[in-house]
């Protein structure tokens, strides 16, 4: 019915760069809010960024100023650019939408969770 697919995540070093994308794809009618968690080892899953359908954003606040989310409602993608990447940002991110999809002649409303894409951030 309904998948989001990450991409992006990956080995960089302290003070490097990193984009994550998360592309939605099915039966979608529309999606509403669309945001980034992150779970490191031991810890549990934090949200990192959100952003309305109409893009207003908020962050969590060791990100603001580096990282910064967007989406291409067109695509029904997120994008989540990250900057100045510390070691303490070493994650599993997710990406998480909630959205309004057609089953068997219905519309339904759920949140949807993406795989997760490993980001590690060496010092």
Known sequence: QV????????????????RLSCAASGSIFSINDMAWYRQAPGKQRELVAAITSSGSTNYENSVKGRFTISRDNAKNTVYLQMNSLKPEDTAVYYCNAELTYYSGGYRLSTDYWGQ??????SS
């Not at 998948?3 to 990193?18: D, I, K, N, R, Y």
């Not at 997760?116 to 951030?121: D, E, K, N, R, Y």
């Open 3 to 18: 998948q989001l697919v990450e991409s992006g995540g990956g080995l960089v070093q302290a003070g490097g760069s990193l």
């Open 116 to 121: 997760g894409t490993q980001v590690t951030v």
